[in-house]
């Protein structure tokens, strides 16, 4: 059981240019997150994909676009990365049921961008 | 003002010592709460969660809740040198969403040998 499988692991890029990073989950839960870490901070959530079909802006969302392409994936798009942009990404999971215990985050490897 | 303040830290402890480390938090409207561990350079794991007033054991670990005064806090008995990495507090919602926490910056522990 693999989890939850960010790709890549780590990127460089220059100011301007685009990427999208991967993200999915196998233990078919219904809700998934976008974070960021920067050194020394807890995490902030970029988006957030409750169920399939849907997606909602978190706390930090400016310069990412994201995609729900299925239950199992979602995905984090920068479209023209910035400096600002460089940090630690990590894609969560959780099942999004109404128990108890169906809201902790299940983590990603995470993924290591720097925006020179 | 944060939403969720840890201890500045970091906190360093003996081995076999008590380590405490306190949350508060500042949305009345938070409903579960949860205490994950990263060691340097990997992602976060849950260590517990709690949504009741009170105290929640798990091993070595106590999770305390205390909702009139919007604080929670961990406590690790008979603490470990494994157990040196960064402790981050989250407040979720009440709802399915509560997946969308709110964290803490995270309180680094060391245990020394």
């Known amino acids: 059981n693999a989890g939850v499988t960010q790709t890549p692991k780590f990127q460089v890029l220059k100011t301007g240019q685009s990427m999208t990073l991967q993200c999915a989950q196998d233990m078919n839960h219904n809700s998934m997150y976008w974070y960021r870490q920067d050194p020394g901070m807890g995490l902030r959530l970029i988006y957030y994909s409750a169920s399939e079909g849907t997606t909602d802006k978190g706390e930090v969302p400016n310069g990412y676009n994201v995609s729900r392409l299925n239950k199992r994936e979602f995905s984090l798009r920068l479209e023209s990365a910035a400096p600002s942009q460089t940090s630690v990404y990590f894609c969560?999971?959780?099942?999004?049921?109404?128990?108890?215990?169906?809201?902790?985050?299940?983590f990603g490897a995470g993924s290591r961008l720097t925006v020179l | 003002q944060k939403e969720v303040e840890q201890n500045s830290g970091p906190l360093s402890v003996p081995e076999g010592a008590i380590a405490s480390l306190n949350c508060t938090y500042s949305?009345?409207?938070?409903?579960?709460f949860f205490w994950y561990r990263q060691y340097s350079g990997k992602s976060p794991e849950l260590i517990m969660f709690i949504y009741s007033n009170g105290d929640k054991e798990d091993g070595r670990f106590t999770a305390q809740l205390n909702k009139a005064s919007q604080y929670v806090s961990l406590l690790i008995r008979d603490s470990q040198p494994s157990d040196s990495a960064t402790y981050l507090c989250?407040?979720?919602?009440?709802?399915?969403?509560?997946?969308?926490?709110?964290f803490g910056d995270g309180t680094t522990l060391t245990v020394k040998p």
């Open positions: 989250a407040a979720g919602g009440p709802d399915t969403n509560a997946g969308k926490s709110t």
């Open positions: 969560a999971s959780t099942e999004g049921t109404s128990s108890a215990g169906a809201n902790v985050l299940t």
């Open positions: 949305d009345r409207g938070s409903q579960s």
